[in-house]
Protein backbone atom coordinates (compact mmCIF):
# COMPACT_ATOMS: atom_id res chain seq x y z
CA UNK A 1 0.00 0.00 0.00
CA UNK A 2 2.91 2.11 1.08
CA UNK A 3 4.84 2.21 -2.68
CA UNK A 4 0.90 2.82 -4.38
CA UNK A 5 0.84 5.69 -2.42
CA UNK A 6 4.65 6.66 -3.25
CA UNK A 7 3.93 6.04 -7.16
CA UNK A 8 0.88 7.42 -7.07
CA UNK A 9 1.99 11.21 -5.46
CA UNK A 10 5.49 10.98 -7.95
CA UNK A 11 2.87 10.60 -10.82
CA UNK A 12 0.89 13.22 -9.85
CA UNK A 13 3.98 15.30 -9.34
CA UNK A 14 5.17 14.59 -12.67
CA UNK A 15 1.67 15.15 -14.06
CA UNK A 16 1.51 18.36 -12.51
CA UNK A 17 5.12 19.34 -13.53
CA UNK A 18 3.66 19.51 -17.48
CA UNK A 19 0.73 20.94 -16.79
CA UNK A 20 2.76 23.87 -15.57
CA UNK A 21 4.92 23.64 -18.73
CA UNK A 22 1.68 23.84 -20.86
CA UNK A 23 -0.59 26.12 -18.63
CA UNK A 24 2.26 28.46 -17.17
CA UNK A 25 5.57 28.88 -19.67
CA UNK A 26 6.05 31.97 -18.49
CA UNK A 27 7.06 30.81 -14.93
CA UNK A 28 9.29 28.83 -16.87
CA UNK A 29 11.06 31.60 -19.44
CA UNK A 30 9.48 30.52 -22.01
CA UNK A 31 7.09 32.06 -24.75
CA UNK A 32 4.93 29.45 -25.93
CA UNK A 33 3.53 26.14 -24.16
CA UNK A 34 5.76 23.23 -25.12
CA UNK A 35 2.65 20.86 -25.46
CA UNK A 36 -1.15 21.08 -26.39
CA UNK A 37 -2.68 19.73 -23.42
CA UNK A 38 -6.74 19.47 -24.22
CA UNK A 39 -8.76 22.31 -22.80
CA UNK A 40 -10.73 20.10 -20.99
CA UNK A 41 -8.12 18.87 -19.01
CA UNK A 42 -6.96 22.19 -17.57
CA UNK A 43 -9.97 22.24 -15.31
CA UNK A 44 -8.39 19.08 -13.24
CA UNK A 45 -5.55 20.42 -13.45
CA UNK A 46 -6.60 22.67 -10.79
CA UNK A 47 -7.15 19.70 -8.06
CA UNK A 48 -4.35 18.25 -9.11
CA UNK A 49 -2.11 19.82 -5.92
CA UNK A 50 -5.29 19.14 -3.52
CA UNK A 51 -4.85 15.41 -4.90
CA UNK A 52 -1.25 15.29 -4.39
CA UNK A 53 -1.88 16.90 -0.33
CA UNK A 54 -4.19 14.19 0.32
CA UNK A 55 -2.49 11.39 -1.06
CA UNK A 56 0.57 12.81 1.13
CA UNK A 57 -1.52 13.51 4.60
CA UNK A 58 -2.22 9.84 4.10
CA UNK A 59 0.71 8.51 3.29
CA UNK A 60 2.68 10.26 6.19
CA UNK A 61 -0.86 8.62 8.80
CA UNK A 62 -0.01 4.94 7.01
CA UNK A 63 4.14 5.94 8.09
CA UNK A 64 2.87 7.21 11.43
CA UNK A 65 1.12 3.79 11.72
CA UNK A 66 3.93 1.61 11.07
CA UNK A 67 6.48 3.58 13.03
CA UNK A 68 3.94 4.48 16.42
CA UNK A 69 6.85 6.98 17.25
CA UNK A 70 6.89 10.64 16.57
CA UNK A 71 9.78 11.02 16.79
CA UNK A 72 10.82 8.38 14.28
CA UNK A 73 8.44 9.76 11.76
CA UNK A 74 10.44 12.94 11.73
CA UNK A 75 13.67 11.52 11.79
CA UNK A 76 12.78 9.36 9.40
CA UNK A 77 10.53 10.89 7.19
CA UNK A 78 11.64 15.27 7.47
CA UNK A 79 10.91 15.67 3.47
CA UNK A 80 7.85 14.05 3.08
CA UNK A 81 6.58 16.12 5.93
CA UNK A 82 7.79 19.08 4.89
CA UNK A 83 6.90 18.72 1.44
CA UNK A 84 2.99 18.24 2.88
CA UNK A 85 3.80 21.26 4.83
CA UNK A 86 4.87 23.44 2.28
CA UNK A 87 2.07 22.85 -0.34
CA UNK A 88 -0.75 24.53 0.96
CA UNK A 89 2.06 27.36 1.10
CA UNK A 90 2.59 26.84 -2.76
CA UNK A 91 -1.32 27.05 -3.56
CA UNK A 92 -1.59 30.15 -1.83
CA UNK A 93 1.37 31.75 -3.99
CA UNK A 94 -0.77 30.40 -6.72
CA UNK A 95 -3.74 32.38 -5.55
CA UNK A 96 -1.58 35.20 -4.94
CA UNK A 97 -0.41 34.98 -8.41
CA UNK A 98 -3.70 34.90 -10.03
CA UNK A 99 -4.85 37.83 -7.73
CA UNK A 100 -2.12 39.97 -8.77
CA UNK A 101 -2.98 39.52 -12.39
CA UNK A 102 -6.44 40.49 -11.95
CA UNK A 103 -5.03 43.99 -10.00
CA UNK A 104 -2.64 44.86 -12.77
CA UNK A 105 -6.00 44.21 -15.64
CA UNK A 106 -7.92 46.69 -13.15
CA UNK A 107 -5.40 48.77 -12.81
CA UNK A 108 -4.74 49.09 -16.44
CA UNK A 109 -8.65 49.91 -16.89
CA UNK A 110 -8.62 52.61 -14.57
CA UNK A 111 -6.11 54.13 -16.12
CA UNK A 112 -7.38 53.85 -19.75
CA UNK A 113 -10.65 55.37 -18.48
CA UNK A 114 -8.62 58.44 -17.04
CA UNK A 115 -7.26 58.80 -20.53
CA UNK A 116 -10.77 58.27 -22.09
CA UNK A 117 -12.12 60.94 -19.57
CA UNK A 118 -9.12 63.21 -20.28
CA UNK A 119 -9.37 63.18 -24.02
CA UNK A 120 -13.14 63.83 -23.06
CA UNK A 121 -12.37 67.08 -21.42
CA UNK A 122 -10.14 68.22 -24.23
CA UNK A 123 -12.50 67.66 -26.91
CA UNK A 124 -15.19 69.44 -24.88
CA UNK A 125 -12.64 72.23 -24.03
CA UNK A 126 -11.93 72.68 -27.77
CA UNK A 127 -15.54 72.32 -28.90
CA UNK A 128 -16.74 75.69 -26.07
CA UNK A 129 -13.14 77.40 -27.78
CA UNK A 130 -13.80 77.60 -31.35
CA UNK A 131 -13.27 80.69 -32.99
CA UNK A 132 -16.14 81.56 -35.87
CA UNK A 133 -13.70 82.95 -38.62
Sequence with gaps: MHRILLYSILALLIVYFIGSLE??????????????????????????????LALSVLDISFKYKGIKSLRLLL??????????????LL??????????????????????????????KIKVYKSNNKKDY
Design 75 to 88: KNNFPDILMTAFLP
Design 23 to 52: LMPETYGLNNPLLDIPILLEVYWDYIPWAI
Design 91 to 120: LIFKIVKISYKIYKVMKATKSWAKFAHLIK
